[in-house]
């Protein structure tokens, strides 16, 4: 029986990938080793129930007594804390789901690599925060990391049987989110509800308003970048509204392999849970002559300084990507507070890293998980600064 753990279980991708579980028979079919969650604690422990996980770990220590009390007489372990979550990810399994959102999802996954495991990794700020050092642990300890985000499944299927160095180019599609047909000059007044109208993907809230204001295209270059081995200037991105298209590679012959489905995240979680294998899944089929037509247009730069910026952090590599995360995490929770607007979280962040140009260090030096931490920290402080600054201004 395979055994499996999954690192945010409780959220949307987390969700999605317990229900694809259960379809295929729950705990019947998989040992169920580590399931982890945030605050709701009620889901936690109902989902470790029903699949018979050994251990479930909440984020907070101050939720263990709860969490406990829920699984009383279950059998199921109860855990909690950051420390507990990195253990939990120390206990073998043969499948992990990476999908805690934010840079808290990087040790677990670290930590899961260090046993050979096979890592889903939808935590794509992994990648843009410590990319090479999470790749080469992987290589370290034979371990396969299979990209979950539904850009990076499509990329990775289109060059199944293909030689990386045929590759020309690859093309990231991205829906434009929320905001896409709003006029440039009303965007600075776009509220957290605005934002959060996506048009075709449901998903956790942070992603959504990174959608709406491309931080998350803007992760997802950088994320091209470091699991590909791709250089910057063969990553491109396309507005395509309908979602149709998931991603295209491009070869050096001319040819586009696009992959093309339902908006449904089933789709690239159940492609990494059934690897090198194809199952069936539950999303509906695309009925093509009802779509009719897809659509593309370039990305207007001035709308959307995230994807301007990743450029910038992938020139400099090394720390860069550890800084630009962790100033986005704290702008994005400033706008959802409502202190800072929509189009200040890209001022804030381009802020941060000038501010931070002396210590990210040398470019593309190798950064270890303490070098990430240290300026992860800094890139938080620095922010919360430069906002306060800012408010104190105006
Ligand atoms: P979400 O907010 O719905 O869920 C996040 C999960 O992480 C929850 O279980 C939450 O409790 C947990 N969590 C939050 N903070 C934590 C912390 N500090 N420590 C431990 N656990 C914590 O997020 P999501 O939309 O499912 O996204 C998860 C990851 O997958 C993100 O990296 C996101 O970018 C990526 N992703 C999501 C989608 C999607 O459709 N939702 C698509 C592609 C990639
Ligand atoms: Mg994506």
Known sequence: ???????????????????LLVRAGGAEAYRVVALTGGRNLARLAEMARDLRAEVAVCAEASGLSELRERLAGSGVAAAAGPEAMAEAADRPADWV????????????GVRALRHGSVLALANKESLVTAGPLLMAE?????ARILPVDSE??????????????????????????ALRDWPLEALARATVKDALAHPNWAMGQRITIDSASMFNKA???????????????QIEVIIHPESLIHSMVGYRDGAIIAHLGAPDMRHSIGYALNWPERSHLPVARLDLAQIATLTFRAPDLARYPALRLAREVMARRGLAGAAF????????????????????MGSVVEAVLEAMDADLGRENAMPTLEDVQAVDHLAR????????GRAGAA
């Open 1 to 19: 029986m395979r055994s499996l753990s999954i690192f945010g279980a409780t959220g949307s991708v987390g969700e999605q990938t317990v229900d």
């Open 219 to 233: 992760l997802e270059v950088i994320e091209t970048r470091e699991f590909f081995g791709v250089s910057p200037d």
């Open 325 to 344: 995360n962790a100033a986005k995490e704290v702008a994005l929770d400033l706008f959802l507070d409502g202190r800072i607007g929509f189009m200040d």
């Open 152 to 177: 990076h499944s499509a990329i990775f299927q289109a060059l199944v049987g293909e030689d990386i160095a045929a590759v020309e180019r690859i093309i990231l599609t991205a829906s434009g989110g």
């Open 138 to 142: 992987a290589e370290r300890h034979g």
């Open 97 to 108: 789901m990476s999908a805690i959102v934010g840079a808290a999802g990087l040790v677990p």
């Open 381 to 388: 402080r620095r922010a919360g600064e430069i906002a306060r």
